[in-house]
Each structure stands twice: as structure tokens, then as C-alpha cells.
């Protein structure tokens, strides 16, 4: 065959038809179809491997969380059966973790990170001056998930004016509002600095619609004690209780290494964790009833027949140990939180 005719009949065989040209159109336009089919099917493949590494997060052994626990907080002002006579509407079994006086990256990150590897939540009290001077911690804490609470600005333990508490409480707000930049993300609930009860600040706080939270135990982490003795403080009165608010500090080394060991023995104990957050207009409060509310005594308080009173006595001015947190926690607070007294 010449070279002229093989190049003619090449030309033949590449030149399409009308119905050849239609025809490879048509397929063309049908691969095109399935290619975005399987594009879509693997973006689902994806989005469904993405929710799966959330899971891996969360292993199936993980304490996790029970329930949430949506709370109003103009309904019931003053919870924790430690200083008032209700405290959250808990089941047997059921606790509440709380953080105070932070926070403080150092010690902050490895609580959330503890927190996070059990999925579970907790409440965060939190000092309006600390929070401007970590406003990236504080935004981490509300992006994890986790309730943020106001801890007064300065965390003064000293008897206020009403113009003070005033001061100190919408001040703590603010700052906590400045640091995220949504004032819908902060939660309505406060706790006083070494549980000090005021006149004054009940006063403002009740005319305001906010949530005092006390507690229903302490761990004693502000003390000079190991974490094995947190853990193990923390974990008894929680099983004398059997339900309840427990407080802890994100300031201290000694509660970054109990926590672990306080989730696991919850764990292992059958315990749950609820997570507690303020009703809103798109999210209604849960149902309790007033029964629920009541603080019930510890089976300790239960001595004698005689001395079965719902409560041991609240104490008037706070807890005096408490009032050592802000002392106790020179040494961990960074020298730029301002209101840390040297
Ligand atoms: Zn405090």
C-alpha cells in the first residue's frame, strides 16, 4: 500500500460521521454523569469517614455524656446543697463537673484535652480578668462545647457594696462576652469567689435573673495535697452523695493529673456525667419537677435520728479554706494576670 493511500484511508477512518459524532457525544455526556456521580458518592464517602474521625474521637468506652440538663436559671437562683437548699435536679449516679478560677492555658488545655478524651462537658467559672488576658482560651472552651460562667472580674473575697458586687459581676460578663464576641454564648450562671455568700451580691444577682452555683462537693485541690488525694477526696464524696455539682480549679498541676484519675473511677463506678446549660428561646428548659430540686443530705449528715435535718448548716461567710484559692494559686497564675496580688 502507497504511503498516499494509507494516509487517505487514515483520514477516512478519523473523519466521524454525523451519527459517529452524536454517538460519541452522547457518551461523552454520559461519562460526564457518572464521573459526577462518583464524585458525589465519594464527597459522601468522605463526609461519612469525616463524622467517623469524630467518632475515633470518641471511643465507645468513653464516659461521654448522659444527658444535658437545661436549666432556667430565674426559676431556681441559688443551687448547690453545700451552702443552699437546692441544688440541681440530678438522678443517682449523675454528676456535674465545674472549673473555677481560670483560665490558664497551662493548665487549661490539659483539662480540655482530659475532658475531651472522655467526651464529656463541664461548666467553666471563670475570672473576667483572666479571660482578657487568655481570650483564645476562653473562645477554645465555648468551641469544645463547654458551659462558660462568670467567677466575678477580679475574684475579690471581701465583703462588697452593692455598687461593687455590681462592678465585679457585670464586669466578669463582660469580659467573658469581649473574649468570644457573642453575648448569647455566655451562660447566666455565677458562683462567688471562696463561695462567699453577700447580701449584696444575692441581691443583684436575683434582681438580674442569674444562677448562683455553690457545689455538692469539694476535691480540696487548692490545698497543699497530692493529685492521688484529690482523686481520692473527690471520688469518695461523690460516692457519699451518690449525685452532684463537683468543683475543681483549672489552675493547679495537681488537678490536671487528678482528672483522669477522677473520670475513670467515675467511670468505673457506673457514674454519668450531665451537662448543664442555660434554657434559651430556641432551646426549652427540661422538665423537673420542684421535688427534684430539693438538696438532699449526704448518708454522713445521717448521725442520729435526731439530727436528720434536710441540710448541715450553710455556712454564713463562705468557706474559710476557699478563701485560700486566691493565695494557693500565686504560684501557678502567670505574672500578667493583674489581679493576682504579689
Ligand atoms: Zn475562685
Redesign the pocket.
Known amino acids: 500500500m502507497s504511503p498516499v493511500l494509507a494516509r487517505s484511508r487514515h483520514v477516512e477512518t478519523s473523519r466521524a460521521s454525523p451519527i459517529s459524532e452524536h454517538k460519541r457525544t452522547s457518551h461523552e455526556r454520559r461519562d460526564r454523569v457518572d464521573l459526577t456521580k462518583i464524585l458525589i458518592a465519594v464527597c459522601a464517602i468522605l463526609v461519612l469517614l469525616i463524622g467517623g474521625a469524630d467518632a475515633e474521637q470518641c471511643p465507645p468506652g468513653a464516659l461521654g455524656v448522659s444527658r444535658t440538663l437545661v436549666v432556667d436559671s430565674t426559676e431556681h437562683p441559688r443551687v448547690g446543697s453545700m451552702q443552699y437548699p437546692e441544688t440541681l435536679p440530678l438522678d443517682d449516679h449523675e454528676v456535674v463537673l465545674t472549673f473555677?478560677?481560670g483560665p490558664i492555658p497551662r493548665y487549661t488545655i490539659p483539662i480540655l484535652e482530659t475532658l475531651a478524651s472522655e467526651c464529656v462537658k463541664a461548666t467553666f467559672f471563670m475570672v473576667g480578668q483572666m479571660a482578657r488576658a487568655y481570650p483564645s482560651m476562653v473562645r477554645r472552651v465555648y468551641d469544645e462545647g463547654h458551659t462558660i460562667a462568670n467567677?466575678t472580674q477580679n475574684?475579690p473575697i471581701r465583703k462588697m457594696s452593692a455598687d461593687q458586687a455590681a462592678r465585679e459581676i457585670e464586669g466578669g460578663f463582660e469580659s467573658l462576652r469581649n473574649a468570644i464576641g457573642d453575648s448569647q454564648a455566655v451562660s447566666p450562671f455565677f458562683r462567688n469567689?471562696?463561695l462567699l455568700r453577700q447580701k449584696s451580691v444575692e441581691q443583684y444577682l436575683d434582681a438580674h435573673g442569674d444562677m448562683t452555683w455553690s457545689a455538692d462537693f469539694l476535691a480540696d485541690d487548692w490545698t497543699r495535697i497530692n493529685y492521688s488525694e484529690v482523686a481520692r477526696r473527690a471520688i469518695s464524696r461523690i460516692e457519699a452523695r451518690g449525685r452532684g455539682i463537683l468543683l475543681l480549679h483549672d489552675i493547679h498541676a495537681r488537678t490536671v493529673l487528678a482528672l483522669p484519675e477522677i473520670l475513670n473511677e467515675l467511670k468505673s463506678r457506673g457514674y454519668k456525667i450531665v451537662h448543664v446549660v442555660p434554657a434559651a428561646a430556641d432551646r426549652p428548659k427540661t422538665a423537673t419537677s420542684a421535688e427534684q430540686w430539693v438538696a438532699r443530705p449526704t448518708p454522713e449528715q445521717h448521725t442520729s435520728p435526731s439530727q436528720m435535718r434536710p441540710l448541715r448548716r450553710p455556712p454564713k461567710r463562705g468557706l474559710r479554706t476557699l478563701h485560700d484559692?486566691r493565695f494557693e494559686a500565686k504560684a501557678d497564675i502567670a505574672p500578667k494576670c493583674p489581679f493576682v496580688r504579689s
Open positions: 473555677d478560677d467567677h475574684h469567689p471562696g484559692v
